[in-house]
Each structure stands twice: as C-alpha cells, then as structure tokens.
C-alpha cells in the first residue's frame, strides 16, 4: 500500500544553507535595491556625459571617386553658435592612412548639419570616416 504524499516535505536540515529568516530576506532586499539605484546612478553618469559632449558626429558614407579622390559625408550636432574643426582621413584597405583632411563648420541656423569633404589621397583609399571634431569658437 503507498502512503499518501506530503506536499510539504521537509528538506533535510543544512543541505541548502541556512533557512531564510526576516532579517535576511531584508538583507537580500535592501542589496537588491541597492544595486539597483547604482545601475541607475552609473546609466545616468554616462547619460549625461554623452549630453555634455559639446559635439558629435555621425558618418553618413563615402564614395570613392578613383584613385587619387574620395568624398565623405558626415552629420555634425553642435551648438547652432559654435565653430568646430573636423579631421577626415581616407583609408587604404590595409588601414593606411592614404589622405587627411581638416575641414572647419561654422556657425548656422540648425544644431545638425550634413558635410562633405572631398579628400586627395595617394592612393586608392577604400573607406573614409571622421576621426576627430572639436568646438574651436562661439558666435556670440
């Protein structure tokens, strides 16, 4: 004859730790919470610092124009005030840099504009990015 199943079978004593009391189910909520409010603290950190960021680029394409040419197109976010210089560079298909431009963005009406610069290069260059920008003055 089998004997009825208790669904509340009792673990043996020591084999999964010690049991939980109040005291450390609070522990364990409080570290919780605790992680918690750092993950926010760090993802707002990092937030605030890609808003602090006075200017950002975004490449758009390139297109290669020969050997000896490429142009590149590129998005800058800055202050509708301020100035910046960007430097291009046209890369070979080693990752050499066969040419390097710096072009300079003045102030205008929108806080995003679109640009391209042509760049000479000394050989055939097979992609084409932005590699720096940085504000260098302010209108008033």
């Not at 993802?43 to 610092?49: D, Q, R, T, Y």
């Not at 950002?56 to 100035?83: E, L």
């Not at 504009?113 to 000479?120: G, H, I, K, M, V």
Request: hydrophobic share 40%; glycine share 10%; net charge positive.
């Amino acid at each position: 004859m089998d004997e009825p199943v208790d669904d509340a079978v009792a673990v043996p004593r020591g084999r999964y730790g010690r049991p939980p009391t109040r005291a450390r189910r609070r522990q364990v909520r409080l570290a919780l919470a605790g992680l918690i409010v750092a993950a926010i603290a760090v993802i707002a950190w990092v937030g605030s610092g890609v808003l602090r960021d006075p200017v950002q680029w975004t490449p758009v394409g390139y297109d290669v124009k020969g050997p000896d040419r490429i142009d590149v197109t590129f998005d800058v976010t800055k202050a509708p005030t301020s100035t910046v210089r960007c430097t291009v560079v046209a890369l070979s298909s080693g990752f050499t840099e066969v040419g390097v431009k710096t072009v300079t963005i003045g102030p205008a009406a929108q806080s995003s504009q679109r640009y391209t610069a042509t760049l000479s290069t000394q050989e055939l260059a097979v992609t084409g990015e932005v590699s720096t920008c940085a504000i260098v003055g302010s209108g008033g």
